[in-house]
């Protein structure tokens, strides 16, 4: 993986990656598998246009979370609750595979979450290894 970004003003953290959509998909995908976290469910949006007669380029929303960590969160603020369970976004950009997650620390600010420092570090972290792969 190269090349992490942060927006601050859109709190959305992006890597590229050096594998196809697929084969990022699916990676992230099995490393969620082997971790304490649920996948929820997969959205294929490119099919989902196809299915429309209409043309994406390769897009894949994954939706995975764990009861335990973010529960506490919605305890703290329950409008975080909009955007809970995590998202990974995987998308073709041009010639690159990119990988998009929301950075805890916005969400926190974002909803008022002020005192869960440690949990947030530790969801920053898992995020960070599911988007490169380390």
């Known amino acids: 993986m190269t090349d992490t970004t942060q927006l601050a003003d859109t709190g959305l953290v992006t890597v590229t990656a050096d594998d196809t959509v697929e084969a990022t998909v699916q990676r992230i995908t099995t ?3 082997e971790t304490p976290l649920n996948l929820v ?3 294929d949006h490119a099919a989902n246009a196809a299915d429309a007669d209409l043309d994406l380029p390769p897009t894949t929303l994954l939706v995975f979370g ?4 973010g529960t506490p969160l919605m305890q703290g603020s329950r409008t975080v609750a909009i955007d809970l369970p995590q998202k990974m976004l995987v998308w073709a950009d041009d010639e690159e595979t990119k990988i998009a997650y929301n950075d805890p620390m916005y969400l926190a600010e974002r909803h008022g979450i002020d005192d869960q420092t440690d949990r947030l570090e530790q969801i920053r972290s898992v995020l960070d290894r599911l988007a490169t792969g380390g």
């Open 31 to 33: 490393d969620i598998e």
């Open 66 to 69: 764990n009861p335990a960590v």
């Open 41 to 43: 469910t997969t959205i």
